[in-house]
T-cell receptor
Framework: QQQVKQSPQSLIVQKGGISIINCAYENTAFDYFPWYQQFPGKGPALLIA?????SEKKEGRFTISFNKSAKQFSLHIMDSQPGDSATYFCAASSAGGTSYGKLTFGQGTILTVHP | NAGVTQTPKFQVLKTGQSMTLQCAQD?????MYWYRQDPGMGLRLIYY???????DKGEVPNGYNVSRLNKREFSLRLESAAPSQTSVYFC?????????????FGDGTRLSIL
């Protein structure tokens, strides 16, 4: 059962534009929401993460927006660059108990930024 | 600093063959994980080891076994490979599974089963 749903599956943006990727989760026990960036032939690498006690987190051109009541969170990439072309995964996990740091991933979004 | 190292990087097997995927981390992390990545499915957890000496099933464990050889190494074994196990396999590690921290991933093993 997929507990984190991600959309869109693919996204094409012009250089300088805004890329937006959305995720929705079901498990209210989730309390950590990371985004991973993956380049071809490489493993996923942490891009930015948020905890549900804040509604927004910004790091450079990357911003996570979090809506706890709607159980949704999104990644915004401002001034998108060709070097941002990659696959992006949202994920969720919960600390403590029997969770053991296990991540539940969304399906992934292939982002292409045209020059 | 190598981080998480996976071997081999590529492998082609015939149906019914067995194989072990190796993973080692040099960050003194306690917890390790095996995922498989398939198009449109994201990454799905196969097995994990919360600490040295323990292993447990994830979301898709059927057809796989694991061994936490020591704190550094966590291997994944396919006893009788099937075409449905064609995938990219990623190993990851985390210092302490009791608190939310980013997982560190290797660069994967690309496995094809003919």
């Amino acid at each position: 059962q997929q507990q984190v749903k991600q959309s869109p599956q693919s996204l094409i943006v012009q250089k300088g534009g805004i890329s937006i990727i959305n995720c929705a989760y079901e498990n209210t026990a989730f309390d950590y929401f990371p985004w991973y960036q993956q380049f071809p032939g490489k493993g996923p690498a942490l891009l930015i993460a948020i905890r549900p006690d804040v509604s927004e987190k910004k790091e450079g051109r990357f911003t996570i927006s979090f809506n706890k009541s709607a159980k949704q969170f999104s990644l915004h990439i401002m001034d998108s660059q060709p070097g941002d072309s990659a696959t992006y995964f949202c994920a969720a996990s919960s600390a403590g108990g029997t969770s053991y740091g296990k991540l539940t991933f969304g399906q992934g979004t292939i982002l292409t930024v045209h020059p | 600093n190598a981080g998480v190292t996976q071997t081999p990087k590529f492998q082609v097997l015939k149906t019914g063959q067995s194989m072990t995927l190796q993973c080692a981390q040099d960050m003194n992390h306690n917890s390790m994980y095996w995922y498989r990545q398939d198009p449109g499915m994201g990454l799905r957890l196969i097995y994990y080891s919360a600490s040295e000496g323990t292993t447990d099933k994830g979301e898709v464990p059927n057809g796989y076994n694991v061994s936490r050889l020591n704190k550094r190494e966590f291997s994944l074994r396919l006893e009788s490979a099937a075409p449905s196990q064609t995938s990219v396999y990623f190993c990851a590690s985390i210092r302490d599974s009791g608190s939310n921290q980013p997982q560190h991933f290797g660069d994967g093993t690309r496995l094809s089963i003919l």
